[in-house]
């Protein structure tokens, strides 16, 4: 079974990009969960995904909260 990955960058409103910004990314029907942290560039990874559909959620103190449901990895 092949793996898949995630990636991309966290930006704020003006296109700034958002350091420390914490993701939750997961698959219901799965049970998948897995977490990161964005980097001082606002980059994220997520790799070894299952294909599925996932759900991306993006927190950080002093945002307002980002969810992007149905991201399909195959």
Sequence with gaps: ???SSLSG???D????????????LFEPAKRITRYALSNEAGLYSFDGLLAGSYTL???R???QDYRIDKITLT
Aim: charged share 10%; net charge negative; no cysteine.
């Design 57 to 59: 959620l993006v927190t």
């Design 9 to 11: 960058a966290v930006v």
């Design 13 to 24: 409103s003006s296109g700034a990009f958002v350091p420390a910004a914490k993701l939750t």
């Design 1 to 3: 079974q092949d793996a």
């Design 61 to 63: 103190e002093g945002f």
